[in-house]
């Protein structure tokens, strides 16, 4: 039988495997809740002096056929996200299309993205920057498996290039290309609220001891927080996040 599938990358090899724990224990939960399936890859394919734990998400497809999951729709999550456990089923809210949150944070750092990823691996193609959203929370099906192949592919096949424009320009990994290739396609796809993909909350003053954020919507993203250098303040705040949240609905 197909089930909606939520799918992590999580690599133990950092020390940043302290913090994602609770962000694989709150997918977990949440699927177990709603009877879908989670999936967490833990071993690379790729060595990372090729391809860092990022690109390794656009092989959802690869992986769980080779682990015989049958999907009907899969998220593919970055592992620095928490769930709260009454979020709703956002699978529901699909469409049967490719559905992203807009990026909202710093519109310096996704002009600069365009700007630079246009100008240097696309020759000039550019989309509005309204139409930028953030790869940490992704809706696909089987339909998208080809478009994530030719991604996977026009990586491998510039991985040169584009390493050295994420190291020279500092503006993301796989999310340029994705939103490239995206525009590049013409692909439909559903923008979704905030709600389910909150970036960069502590620019928007929500990242507080009172856990602002949790009240205002239902996943929790933890990039773009300052001075975390040795992930200390995503572990923080991941880890009281979880267990607020989960060991309130416990009690």
Known sequence: MKKNVVFIVNFQESDRGGPYQYSVNSWKN????????????SERIHEKEIMNPNWHKLFVFDVLEKNKID??????????????????NFFALSNNKLCGVH??????????????????????FTFPF??????????????HKSFYKEVINFYLNNA???????????????????????????IDYNILPYEFNMQDMSRKEILDEELTFTKLGWVYHFN????????????????KTYNTLYKEKQA
């Open 71 to 88: 999907y009907d729709q899969i998220l593919v999550a970055d592992a620095d996200t928490i769930v709260h456990p009454d979020c709703p």
């Open 160 to 186: 040169d290039t584009i390493q050295k424009m994420q190291e020279t320009f500092q503006v993301g990994t796989d999310q340029p290309i994705i939103n490239f290739f995206l525009n590049i396609h013409k």
């Open 130 to 143: 309204w139409r930028y959203i953030n790869s940490g929370f992704l809706i696909l099906n089987d339909s």
């Open 30 to 41: 949440w699927c177990k809740k709603n009877d879908f399936t989670f999936f967490v890859l």
């Open 224 to 239: 773009a927080i300052p001075n975390n250098q040795s992930s200390d303040k995503s572990l923080y705040w991941m880890k």
């Open 103 to 124: 990026n909202e944070g710093s519109y310096d750092w996704v002009f600069r993205s365009i700007e630079n990823y246009s100008k240097f691996i696309f020759k000039g």
